[in-house]
Every structure is written in C-alpha cells, then in structure tokens.
Nanobody
C-alpha cells in the first residue's frame, strides 16, 4: 500500500506560481516512480510529470519549461513547482506513484488531490 497526501493547491492569477507538495508513505518498492497528474471535470486524467529513483524527470509537453518536479528523499516529499501558470492549468492535481516511470506518465496509486485554479 502507498499513501500520498498533497498540499499547496490554491488560486492564482495567470502568470503566477504555486508549489504543490506530497508526503509519501507505505511500501517503498511501490513508489520507485513518483509524479503528478491532473484532471478537469469531464476529461480523463493527464500525466504532468514524473521523477524516478535516479532523478530522471519527464514532463508533458504542455508544461515543459514551466513546471519542475523534484523530491526530498529524506523527507519522503515530492514537489511540483508551477510557474507561468495559465488558465488551462486549472485542474485537480494528484500526487501519484508506481513501480516504474513510463513515457506515458501513467501511475497506479493516487492521492486525494489538490485543486489549482488559475484566473485570467
């Protein structure tokens, strides 16, 4: 089992920044890959970014150059720094984990989500 608890969501104007945090616990082997996904009502969940145990990162094209994923292994905490936010970034953001990272940015464990709202 993996437990993921997000924090740091909120509302911001376009062009602003937010940082999401996620504290992870549970089976370490199930969270070799950590990442973030997002979902808006009526649409499927979209992978945003991932980071593996070597520190290799992957990003969705829509966020490259604006979002940065990082982690603090000592604190079991994952971060997503979001800069130059756009209204289309508004979504529920989920901390996620899986055994391995894939180019598809897919995961099998999820947190409860943190809402991010970007106004124009």
């Amino acid at each position: 089992q993996v437990q993921l608890v997000e924090s740091g969501g909120g509302s911001v104007q376009a062009g602003g920044s937010l940082r999401l945090s996620c504290v992870a616990s549970g089976d370490t082997w199930r969270r070799q890959c950590m990442g973030w996904s997002r979902q808006v009502p009526g649409k499927g969940r979209e992978g945003v970014a991932s980071i593996d145990n070597t520190g290799k990162t992957r990003y969705a094209d829509s966020v490259k150059g604006r979002f940065t994923i990082s982690k603090d292994n000592a604190e079991n905490t994952l971060y997503l720094q979001m800069n130059s936010l756009k209204p289309e970034d508004s979504a529920m953001y989920y901390c996620a984990a899986d055994l391995l990272c894939t180019d598809a940015l897919s995961f099998r464990s999820w947190g409860q989500g943190a809402q991010v709202t970007v106004s124009s």
